[in-house]
Structures are given as C-alpha cells and as structure tokens.
Nanobody, 123 residues
Framework: QVHLVESGGGLVQAGSSLRLSCAASGETFPEYHMAWFRQAPGKEREFVGSINWRGEIFYYADVVKGRFTISRDNTKNTVSLQMSSLKPDDTGTYYC????????????????WGHGTQVTVSS
C-alpha cells in the first residue's frame, strides 16, 4: 500500500512557476508509475502527466506539454511536478496518484490517491 501527501500549492499570477511535491510512504513506491491529475470546480478530474516507475519515460497531456515537468526520486519516495508559464486554466486541485497502468491517463487507472493541493492562477 502507498500513502501519498501532496504539498506546494498556492495562489500565483499567470506566467508564474510553481513546484508541487508528493511524498509517498510504503516500501513499494518504486514499483509504481506515478501520475498527476487535476480537478477544477464543476469539472471532471483530468490527467496532467505521468512518469514511469524508473523515472525514464514521461507522458503529458497536450495542454501542459512543454510547460510542466515531472520528476521522481525513488530513494526519497517523492515525485514532483514543476509547473511554469501558468495560466488561469491551470487552476484546480492537483492530485498525485500511484498506478500500475501505463500510460495512466484515466483516473480509473489510479490505485492510490493523495488528498490534493490547491493551485490558483490569477489573471
């Protein structure tokens, strides 16, 4: 089992950068692919990006490609989401998820979820 806790959210202006972190507990963390999803009020949870278990393969949603970067450190059980050139449309609650599916583009593929961290981008 994997327990996930996100951090790093906040209120920023459009064009700014923000780094989200997800700390995982559980010895099996390195066995999981990790993904970030987000959910805006009144909208469905959507895929943002993912990194495979070894940290070698990446997959991003088109809307964030070139602006967001995912990384992980299996020695520290952490995964990060570096966000740049933020837009108001990036506003939402960001969740990290652990999965065994690749690429994990559907929320249904997640086995474990964090509680989420709020990101608000003002125009």
């Amino acid at each position: 089992q994997v327990h996930l806790v996100e951090s790093g959210g906040g209120l920023v202006q459009a064009g700014s950068s923000l780094r989200l972190s997800c700390a995982a507990s559980g010895e099996t963390f390195p066995e999981y692919h990790m993904a970030w999803f987000r959910q805006a009020p009144g909208k469905e949870r959507e895929f943002v990006g993912s990194i495979n278990w070894r940290g070698e393969i990446f997959y991003y949603a088109d809307v964030v490609k070139g602006r967001f970067t995912i990384s992980r450190d299996n020695t520290k059980n952490t995964v990060s989401l570096q966000m740049s050139s933020l837009k108001p449309d990036d506003t939402g609650t960001y969740y990290c998820a652990a999965t065994k599916r690749w690429p994990p583009t559907s929320p249904n593929s997640a086995l474990y979820w964090g509680h989420g961290t709020q990101v608000t981008v003002s125009s």
